[in-house]
């Protein structure tokens, strides 16, 4: 006899305005025990120190992840001038210190360099595998690992404070996979002054905003958190939708293209896309010239 799995099969999005001190797998674990769901994941890590948007997906939508996680991130961070910390932000060791202090005016000047695409070299102390290993357990264990740099698009990243010489506040548009962490470092290299990130706040991650979150303590009421689920679909909004019938759902649920019945005029040949029949998702696929070819499909509701 199969074993039963536990919890429900409960499906949507739940967003988590997440607070400092806390990991987010931590916060995905807790949002599971509270719906008592059979699965859950995260669309994008925020690391402990940072707080602000963490999109949590149930049950049909965790096959929805990988099209959430590849929009543009928003953040708001502070940068620590005068010291280098073996975590580029603020619970690492100090390992460089110096007096110098950029001025707004170099600050400004060095921003460019840090936009549009650049190539970035991700923190040691980060979850990217090197040879099977994860940086941050061979950091811990008193390697080096060598990390090789990896392309980033950067849409904005201006200087928007100064409350002290030690801080400045910036904000920041980037694409997926960026370090804000090796921006604070790699700045305060060009600048010659080292530097961490002091606070870091994720306010954005398309297609989810952190005004739309709830704040942790929700967890604590099944009833609210349930209340505050939001559907499958809206972590689909930043693809083209794809309208199909009757006919063409059950044949996308085969596993074959679907014939559609509206379509974006400016959709092209092989962009993802999701297929929907009476609002609701049917299937994740590519388009093929007047249909769509699924790749994860959703189950009838």
Not at 124 to 150: C, F, H, I, N
Request: charged share 25%.
């Amino acid at each position: 006899m199969a074993r039963r799995r536990k919890g429900r099969p409960v499906t949507g999005w739940l967003l988590i305005d997440k607070p400092s001190g806390i990991g987010s797998t931590d916060v995905v674990n807790r949002a599971r025990r509270a719906l008592d769901a059979r699965k859950a994941g995260h669309a994008g890590t925020l690391d402990p120190l940072a707080t602000g948007l963490l999109a949590v997906a149930f049950g049909e939508a965790t096959k929805t992840i990988p099209a959430a996680s590849d929009g543009r991130k928003g953040y708001r961070f502070s940068v620590r001038w005068g010291e280098a910390r073996d975590t580029d932000d603020a619970e690492g060791a100090v390992v460089e210190t110096s007096d110098a202090r950029p001025s707004d005016e170099a600050i400004r000047a060095a921003l460019p360099a840090f936009t549009g695409d650049i190539m970035q070299v991700p923190p040691v102390y980060s979850a990217v595998k090197v040879q099977g290993e994860r940086a941050y357990d061979l950091a811990r264990d008193g390697e080096t690992p060598e990390l090789a740099a990896r392309p980033l698009f950067v849409e904005r990243l201006e200087l928007v404070g100064r409350p002290d010489p030690d801080h400045a506040a910036f904000e920041m548009v980037c694409g997926r996979g960026g370090y804000v962490r090796a921006i604070a470092r790699d700045l305060g290299r060009a600048l010659g002054s080292p530097a961490h990130v002091g606070a870091l706040r994720r306010i954005f991650a398309d297609p989810f905003d952190v005004s739309e979150a709830v704040p942790l303590e929700t967890l604590e009421d099944p009833a609210a958190a349930e209340a505050a689920l939001r559907p499958l679909e809206s972590g689909l909004a930043g693809l083209p939708e794809v309208r199909v019938s009757e006919l063409g759902a059950a044949a996308i649920r085969q596993g074959r293209p679907g014939e559609a019945t509206l379509a974006p005029a400016d959709i092209v040949w092989g962009e993802e896309a999701w297929a929907s029949r009476d609002g609701r998702a049917v299937a994740l696929g590519r388009w093929t010239g007047g249909a769509l070819t699924p790749s994860r499909v959703f189950p009838a509701a």
